[in-house]
């Protein structure tokens, strides 16, 4: 059902090594397309933890829950993930913190960049900006009239939209992987750069690129 194509800027980059990936979100779709190129570990609010279906192949699939309305919860899950790293397992997060209509992106928590960040071993991992860019639905561009079928977002109830979902004959989306950075200053402004960067290459449903912007 799911067509993954990759475009990697520039197009000799390397993605080996483990690394902070920080992706665009519109769907639980996602998690598999970005698995496709970024196999990792998933970061995640704890609620998801109880989702039927989602919630036990999260769990399965070793993801690291945080309380976000708990600092201290928080605070624990970015050590995790920085140990993750460092023993050179991929964290994938999606910096929105929900899913959107793919009109653009909303604006990004910064906390868990903390965790690709300089440590008192001198060490770092990069940051690696993923734009899911969802194309096409049964063979025509996707776009504000057919959108909702793969994107879930709002108060959209999550059995109506997976039946609807499982409707779909395929779905081709492209992964573009943006030159990876190094946090440097402070991570809010880092965070609030790297969303303005992953704007440029995203674009609405609807314009002619079904919902990424093309270059």
Known sequence: MLRVRVQLEPADADLSGAAL????HSSYLDIPVVMSVAP?????????RWWPVLGQLAVIGGTLFADRGNRFSIGQM?????????????IIFFPEATSSNGEG?????????AAAGEGADGRQVPVRPLVLCYR??????????????????GEM???????????????EV?????????LSGDRRRFAAALRED???AVEKPGTGAGGCASK
């Open 198 to 200: 992953m704007l440029q």
């Open 40 to 48: 990792g570990v998933f970061v995640s609010k704890s609620s998801v």
């Open 105 to 113: 992106l909303l604006p990004f928590k910064s906390s868990l960049f």
């Open 136 to 153: 096409r639905l049964n063979g025509r561009a996707l776009d504000v009239s057919s959108r909702d079928q793969v994107f879930w977002y």
């Open 174 to 182: 492209t992964i573009k992987v943006l030159p990876e950075r190094s």
């Open 78 to 90: 970015v050590e995790r993930a920085r140990r993750r790293l460092l023993s050179g397992t991929s």
């Open 157 to 171: 109830r999550l059995p109506g939209h997976l039946w609807n979902l499982l409707g779909a004959k395929r779905i």
């Open 21 to 24: 990936y920080a992706a665009n």
